[in-house]
C-alpha cells in the first residue's frame, strides 16, 4: 500500500487529502498539523472577525472527517525531522518527546506561510508579539482580536493589502475606529492600479476607515499607538499584523530541500528530492501567486493525479487567478494584466471612474480577448468580464456597456444559454455541467451542492451565480426522481 504523509492541515494539506481519498480508497493518508483545529477556510476570517460568520461554519471538514475517510490525523504535532534517506518523519507535540517515526512513499509539505512583521521597535518581545499587537492569520488570531477590539476602540492595521483590507473591514464592522497604515502610496498595489486604489479607499473611508498611505511604523508604544516614520501618531489600543507573509520553509531547510522564496518545485510539483513535493503557499513554482487559494487546490489535483497514479503525465501549468475582495458592502475583482497603461500600444484598455459612488472599471484586451480587468462597485460587469476571461471568447464590441454591466456575451444571457464547460466556481474549478449533474444526482439546496461540488467553499464570490442556476434548475428541469 502506498503510503503518503502531508505535512500541514490547512487548506491546501486538506484539499490534497481530500482528492487523495476522492482517487484512491486504498492509499494510506497521514496529515500532520500543528493547529490544534480542523482545517477551516482561510478566506472567511474577515467575516468571522466581523461577526458575522462562528469559527465553525469555517470548517472545510467535521470531526468525523477523518475516521469515515481513513486519514490518520493528528492535530496539534507537527514534523521535527524528515529522514531522507530512510524516508520516514518524526512527530511530536510541542514540549512533549517524538512519536514513533512514520514511514513515506512520498512526502509533501503543504506547510504554508507566516505573517511578515515589520521593523517596527516594540512590536515584537523575545520573538512573540508584543502585548495588544496580534496578526490576522488564524482562527486563534480572530479569537484574539473578538477578545480585544470593542466598540469604539481604536485600532491599527499594518498592512494595506488585500488581507489587511479585509481584516480592517471586518474590524469596522465591528464597531472599532480603524487606521490602515501602508507603505505604498495606494491600496493593494499588487491587484490595483492607483486609480482603482483610489476609488477604494474612498469607498472604505465612508465606512469608518482612515488610511496613512506612504506611511511605515517606527515604533509601538503598548495602550497608545504608533509612531510612524514622519513623527506623527496613530492612536491605537490595539495593533493588528496583516503586512504580508512568507512561506513557511524552516522544515525544509532542516531537510535540505532547494529553498529560495518559497520551497522551489518543478512542474512535477517536485521538490529537489523527488519523493518529496510541496504545494500551496510554501511552494515556489513560476506559476504561482501565493496567499490565494486556487493555486493551491490547482496543485492538490495535479499532485493527487500523480501520487494515486489516475494521471501520471499530469503536471502544473500555473493558474489564472482572479483576486476578489472580501469585505462586507465593497463589490471588487481584478484580474490579469492589471497594470498596463492606457496609452500601451500592444493592448486595448478602457476605463471608466466614478469616485462618488465607489465606481472604478478597468479593462485590458488584446486581439478582442479579456487579458485584464478590475471592477470596482460593478458586480454585474465583473461576473461577465471574468467569464469572457475564463473562456477565452471574443468580447462584445460595445466596451462601454461591457464596463457598466450592461452587456453580456450573446451565448450567456441566461443560465440557460451558458454553455456546461463555463467555470461557475473558480475557487473549485467548478463548471455548469457538474453543478447541473449534481442537482439531477439529487443536491437540490445550495448546502447539498457545496458537497457534492464544492462551488461557493472557496471565497464565496460565486453564491449568486449558483444560486440562480439552482432557480433555474428549479424552473425549467425535470426534478429528480
Known amino acids: 500500500m502506498r503510503r503518503v504523509v502531508i505535512v500541514g492541515y490547512g487548506m491546501a494539506g486538506a484539499r490534497l487529502a481530500d482528492e487523495l481519498r476522492r482517487r484512491d480508497q486504498d492509499i494510506s493518508i497521514t496529515v500532520v498539523g500543528a493547529e490544534p483545529h480542523a482545517a477551516y477556510n482561510r478566506v472567511l476570517l474577515s467575516t468571522v472577525v466581523a461577526g458575522t460568520m462562528t469559527p465553525e461554519s469555517t470548517r472545510l471538514h467535521d470531526e468525523k472527517w477523518a475516521e469515515e475517510h481513513r486519514v490518520?490525523?493528528?492535530?496539534?504535532?507537527?514534523?521535527?525531522?524528515?529522514?531522507?534517506?530512510?524516508?520516514?518523519?518524526?512527530?511530536?507535540?510541542?514540549?512533549?518527546?517524538?512519536?514513533?517515526?512514520?514511514?513515506?512513499?512520498?512526502?509533501?509539505?503543504?506547510?504554508?506561510?507566516?505573517?511578515?512583521?515589520?521593523?517596527?521597535?516594540?512590536?515584537?518581545?523575545?520573538?512573540?508579539?508584543?502585548?495588544?499587537?496580534?496578526?490576522?492569520?488564524?482562527?486563534?488570531?480572530?479569537?484574539?482580536?473578538?477578545?480585544?477590539?470593542?466598540?469604539?476602540?481604536?485600532?491599527?492595521?499594518?498592512?494595506?493589502?488585500?488581507?489587511?483590507?479585509?481584516?480592517a473591514r471586518g474590524l469596522a464592522g465591528r464597531g472599532c475606529l480603524?487606521?490602515?497604515?501602508?507603505?505604498?502610496?495606494?491600496?493593494?498595489?499588487?491587484?490595483?492600479?492607483?486609480?482603482?486604489?483610489?476609488?477604494?479607499?474612498?469607498?472604505?473611508?465612508?465606512?469608518?476607515?482612515?488610511?496613512?498611505?506612504?506611511?511605515?511604523?517606527?515604533?509601538?508604544?503598548?495602550?497608545?499607538?504608533?509612531i510612524l516614520d514622519d513623527g506623527t501618531h496613530v492612536p491605537a489600543e490595539l495593533v493588528v499584523v496583516s503586512a504580508g507573509v512568507r512561506a513557511e520553509t524552516s522544515l525544509a531547510v532542516r531537510a535540505g530541500l532547494t529553498v529560495d522564496r518559497g520551497i522551489v518545485v518543478d512542474d512535477a510539483l517536485r521538490t529537489s528530492d523527488p519523493r518529496i513535493h510541496a504545494i500551496g503557499d510554501c511552494a515556489q513554482h513560476p506559476g504561482t501567486v501565493s496567499g490565494l487559494v486556487q493555486p493551491a487546490w490547482d496543485q492538490a489535483a495535479v499532485l493527487a493525479d500523480r501520487l494515486t497514479g489516475t494521471d501520471p503525465s499530469a503536471r502544473y501549468r500555473g493558474?489564472?487567478?482572479?483576486?476578489?475582495?472580501?469585505?462586507?458592502?465593497?463589490?471588487?475583482?481584478?484580474?490579469?494584466?492589471?497594470?498596463?497603461?492606457?496609452?500601451?500600444?500592444?493592448?486595448?484598455?478602457?476605463c471608466f471612474q466614478e469616485p462618488s459612488r465607489g465606481r472604478y472599471a478597468k479593462l485590458v484586451l488584446r486581439d478582442d480577448r479579456v487579458t485584464g480587468a478590475i471592477v470596482l462597485g460593478a458586480p454585474d460587469a465583473a461576473a461577465t468580464i471574468t467569464q469572457l476571461y475564463d473562456r477565452g471568447i471574443p468580447a462584445p464590441t460595445d466596451r462601454l456597456a461591457l464596463l457598466l454591466g450592461r452587456a453580456l456575451p450573446a451565448e450567456a444571457a441566461s443560465p440557460a444559454d451558458l454553455p456546461s464547460s463555463a467555470v461557475i466556481c473558480r475557487c473549485n474549478t467548478v463548471s455548469k455541467g457538474q453543478i447541473v449533474s449534481a442537482w439531477r444526482a439529487g443536491a437540490e439546496s445550495l448546502p447539498q451542492l457545496a458537497e457534492a461540488t464544492r462551488a461557493t467553499t472557496g471565497c464565496g464570490g460565486c453564491k449568486d451565480a449558483v444560486c440562480g442556476l439552482l432557480d433555474w434548475l428549479g424552473a425549467s428541469q425535470p426534478a429528480p426522481a
Not at 87 to 114: C, E, W
Not at 205 to 222: D, Q, V
Not at 324 to 340: M, P, S
Open 72 to 167: 490518520d490525523l493528528r492535530l496539534g504535532w507537527e514534523v521535527l525531522e524528515v529522514d531522507r534517506t530512510a524516508r520516514t518523519v518524526v512527530v511530536g507535540r510541542a514540549g512533549g518527546d517524538p512519536a514513533p517515526a512514520i514511514p513515506y512513499d512520498a512526502l509533501v509539505l503543504a506547510t504554508g506561510s507566516v505573517p511578515w512583521v515589520p521593523p517596527a521597535e516594540g512590536l515584537t518581545e523575545d520573538g512573540r508579539f508584543a502585548p495588544g499587537v496580534v496578526a490576522f492569520r488564524t482562527l486563534d488570531d480572530c479569537a484574539q482580536i473578538e477578545a480585544k477590539a470593542g466598540k469604539g476602540m481604536p485600532v491599527a492595521v499594518l498592512g494595506g493589502g488585500l488581507l489587511g483590507i479585509e481584516a
Open 178 to 226: 480603524v487606521t490602515v497604515v501602508h507603505p505604498v502610496g495606494h491600496l493593494m498595489e499588487r491587484q490595483l492600479d492607483p486609480g482603482a486604489g483610489g476609488v477604494l479607499a474612498r469607498t472604505l473611508g465612508k465606512l469608518g476607515i482612515e488610511f496613512r498611505l506612504n506611511s511605515m511604523a517606527t515604533k509601538y508604544l503598548p495602550g497608545d499607538g504608533l
Open 319 to 350: 493558474t489564472s487567478v482572479v483576486t476578489r475582495l472580501k469585505a462586507r458592502d465593497v463589490d471588487l475583482a481584478a484580474l490579469g494584466e492589471v497594470h498596463t497603461d492606457v496609452d500601451c500600444p500592444d493592448s486595448e484598455v478602457l
